[in-house]
């Protein structure tokens, strides 16, 4: 069965201050991994996408890394600011894009 | 980046009435259209994916005669929750793909649904 775990479920960290959340698959066959941050009440925006090939991509502050072969991927998160307080989920597709594995999500919470 | 919009952004119904979402793609062709729902605190769960001009594809345990999806054009789809329940409460998202689009696929922002 296709699974993507995320951990921490959940996190505080202070305003300033860096963080790594992290993403487990065990997707098959494996086509890109992506990030999304969803603000509350609201669809979740890309943050990052990576296939096979590709095995860190960043997006301003973010930096996602993957790699392939132990089936892990991270999003760190640099000067954190208090509007990246979100969830942050790792979604991993099996094909070129329609078919998703939503990972449980990670809620961070970026306090003054 | 493309555009999805959804209206309405939430809603209140009375159990037994049905209710309709639209999902709008603002500046693309979106041949491909997905529903998504999510409960507090959980993530997104497909419920049914839709072509233009097709029938909708539903997940398994989506009851396909109680959310009726109608992509009638390549920049509008609609779900409609029939005989709505509180259970059905939840928070509703689409999302779209283009034409010859490899990975990406944009999401609305969201319909707040709730049935009292």
């Known amino acids: 069965k296709n699974q993507v775990e995320q951990s921490p479920q959940s996190l505080i960290i202070l305003e300033g201050k860096n963080c790594t959340l992290q993403?487990?698959?065990?997707?098959?066959?494996?086509?890109?991994l992506r990030w999304y941050k969803q603000d509350t009440g609201r669809g979740p925006v890309s943050l990052t996408i990576?296939?096979?090939?590709?095995n860190t991509k960043s997006n301003g502050r973010y930096t996602a890394t993957l790699d392939a072969d132990t089936k892990q991927s991270s999003l760190h998160i640099t000067a954190s600011q208090l509007s990246d307080s979100a969830s942050y989920i790792c979604?991993?597709?099996?094909?070129?894009?329609?078919?998703?594995?939503f990972g449980g999500g990670t809620r961070l919470m970026v306090k003054p | 980046g493309a555009v999805v919009s959804q209206h309405p952004s939430w809603v209140i119904c009375k159990s037994g009435t049905s209710v309709k979402i639209e999902c709008r793609s603002l500046d693309f062709q979106a041949t491909t259209m997905f529903w998504y729902r999510q409960f507090p605190k959980q993530s997104l769960m497909l419920m049914a994916t839709s072509n233009e001009g097709s029938k909708a594809t539903y997940e398994q345990g989506v009851e396909k005669d109680k959310f009726l999806i109608n992509h009638a054009s390549l920049t509008l789809s609609t779900l409609t929750v029939t005989s709505a329940h509180p259970e059905d409460s939840s928070f509703y998202i689409c999302?779209?793909?283009?034409?010859?689009?490899?990975?990406?696929?944009?999401f609305g922002p969201g319909t707040r649904l709730t049935v009292t």
């Open positions: 990576m296939t096979f090939s590709e």
């Open positions: 999302s779209a793909r283009g034409t010859g689009w490899v990975y990406e696929q944009y």
């Open positions: 993403c487990n698959y065990t997707v098959s066959p494996f086509s890109n």
């Open positions: 979604v991993v597709s099996t094909d070129a894009g329609n078919m998703l594995t």
